[in-house]
């Protein structure tokens, strides 16, 4: 009995191990980039594109996403950005000194770099050097599984490369006069126009393909508005947890875990709606602050999506501090796509995490997505969002006219029918479009 509990004392301890060896080893094959960050608190910039600690808190996130590991910030605050440097000669040689004391391949702007200015870091700090933007585009190359999605994270990367080709080959570009060093003159510019215009074909041949799927998206609309769909679309900043709501909302099981930008690709899936029609919710790319418009260009077909949504539902992590000016975020997106007058519901989600006296706006809801809690009354007020203008009727129908019937079900407006001696006892609920169609067969107990 002594020597059994040994060998499985001993055998647990070389399996702990065990698996504790090839975790090293998984890591030291597969080490995670190090990276400092660097923002710019420049007064002359904007107040949205100014760097802080919490954008920069959400710029290591963003590295984590991506992979790597931040162990350094330093937060500049001059007046303007020096258009050279971007933080200024002297900043550099901290950011410089800062790299190698860390052992950091990686130095990551927490704003835009113009071309030239991501050419002079690269050059004099000696390491490789991202902006936010191209941060974000790693990103996405990572989580774009479906064609559309990669077609449009390979048009925003190439639009995003374009304007960087002449600093990527600049040890190319040709040079004139005697003094010109030797292999620098004549084929670099020649290289470098030849790399241009292949950009340029492929883009031109992105947005072909996009266009295609624009068309595609349009017929399956089509489809939808023949059948009296309605479309409900879900628009939040990333990581609030929009597809843990459609996954609970309707059995979706798409991914759904604690980390940025964890869905890319649109999903659509069906509701059934309690006492009323089905509908249709989609979850849309989470937004971000100073989202590259690069991004926002090529997402052109998915977002589109959202102009069509007859409800948007603007899901807000409750439990996050900022999630006021993130709400903010996503509000201003959404104006600048024109969908201001579109009905939205804002859903506080995340209550079970948030310890204080939950948000009660009207026209809002408060709920957990992951434990359930407050679901029932979000799918009360989207139904009365949906049947906003809406009447509730019942009907009878003779059984000679049943064609009526089989257009309310095909439009999704019958909720109920009772076959009776009398006729066919339908409950709906229409808008005006259907007025005409069944007025002539209001039953005695008709306008509930």
């Known amino acids: 009995m002594v020597q059994c509990t040994i060998h499985t004392i001993l055998h647990s301890t070389h399996k702990i191990i065990w698996e504790a060896f090839e975790f090293m080893e998984s890591h030291i094959e597969n080490p995670r980039e190090r990276a400092v960050l660097i923002g710019l608190a420049a007064k002359s910039l904007p107040e949205r594109e100014r760097s802080d600690e919490a954008s920069l808190a959400e710029l290591s996130e963003l590295v984590e996403t991506a992979g790597g590991q931040a162990v350094a910030t330093v937060l500049q605050n001059r007046q303007s950005p020096e258009p050279r440097s971007f933080i200024g000669e002297g900043k550099v040689q901290e950011v410089k000194q800062l790299l190698e004391v860390n052992e950091c391949a990686l130095a990551v702007f927490d704003n835009e770099l113009s071309p030239s200015q991501h050419r002079v870091l690269s050059e004099e700090l000696g390491v490789k050097v991202l902006d936010r933007s191209g941060l974000i585009l790693d990103i996405f190359a990572q989580r774009a599984h479906t064609r559309e999605g990669q077609l449009q994270v390979e048009l925003a990367q190439y639009e995003y490369l374009l304007p960087r080709l002449t600093g990527m080959w600049s040890h190319l570009v040709s040079q004139t006069g005697t003094g010109a060093p030797i292999g620098t003159r004549g084929p670099g510019e020649t290289q470098l126009e030849s790399d241009r215009r292949h950009i340029r074909r492929r883009i031109s041949k992105l947005r072909d393909e996009l266009e295609e799927v624009r068309r595609i998206r349009a017929t399956q609309r089509q489809k939808r508005e023949r059948n009296a769909v309605p479309v409900v679309c879900l628009v939040g900043y990333t990581n609030a947890g929009k597809s843990t709501l459609l996954n609970r909302l309707t059995g979706a099981e ?34 971000i602050r100073k989202l590259p418009h690069h991004l926002i260009s090529a997402f052109r077909a998915t977002l589109e999506e ?35 007058t579109t009905p939205c519901l804002r859903v506080f989600n995340k209550c079970d995490r948030y310890f204080g006296e939950l948000p009660r706006e009207s026209g809002s809801v408060c709920i957990s997505a992951k434990t359930g809690e407050g679901l029932g009354e979000l799918a009360e007020k989207l139904a009365e969002l949906l049947e906003s203008g809406k009447k509730r009727l019942t009907l009878l129908i003779p059984y000679a006219q049943t064609a009526v019937l089989e257009t309310l079900r095909r439009e999704g407006a019958l909720v109920s029918s009772d076959y009776t001696d009398a006729g066919i ?12 169609l069944v007025r002539s067969f209001m039953a005695d107990d008709g306008d509930e």
């Open 306 to 340: 959202l102009t069509f949504a007859d409800v948007l539902l603007h899901v807000i992590d409750v439990s996050n501090p900022d999630w006021t000016e993130q709400a903010q975020v996503v509000d201003e997106l959404v104006t600048s796509l024109k969908l201001a």
């Open 254 to 287: 798409i991914s759904a875990q604690d980390r940025l930008f964890d869905t890319l690709d649109t999903t659509t899936r069906k509701l059934c709606l309690e006492g009323a029609r089905d509908v249709l919710v989609s979850d849309t790319v989470g937004f």
């Open 425 to 436: 006892k339908a409950r709906v609920v229409i808008g005006e479009r259907l007025w005409g």
